[in-house]
């Protein structure tokens, strides 16, 4: 009667002495099983007897040392490379000299570019100069 409290219907409910399982089911499951588990076992005997016969094959002599640098060259010193580097791209930065003379192109040091720059930048700004915004 409890089960009826429940509020399952009676098809549900198992009637009295009747498993909830089947036994049938239950043993055909575990010869199953043990059947799959003795034939994988025996196949891997079989296996392992048929491979213990195989001789295994001579191992390859090493391969010879290669005589030349294959990678990059290292650093020696970085912070004296780095140093260098620098160096040379200050002088860039700071240096004058014609690019290409025919085209007009010089290199001129960055602080005269950035004045150069201002400058240009407040023609363009002037009224009357020919500027988009006038």
Known sequence: MAEEDRGLPSSLL???????????????????????VIVASAGTWLLI???????????LPP??????????????????????????????LRSTEWIDRDAGIARIPIEDAMALLVKRT?????????HPGD
């Open 14 to 36: 198992p009637e009295a002495g009747e498993a909830d399982i089947s036994t049938k089911a239950l043993i055909a499951a575990v010869i199953i099983f043990l059947v799959v």
């Open 49 to 59: 007897k048929s491979w213990a016969h195989i001789e295994p094959t001579p191992a």
């Open 122 to 130: 407040k023609r363009k700004d002037e009224p009357g100069t020919g």
């Open 63 to 92: 391969s010879p040392q290669p005589t030349t640098k294959v990678g990059p060259p290292l650093q020696i010193a970085p912070a004296l490379d780095l140093q260098a580097l620098r160096a040379r791209e200050d002088r860039l």
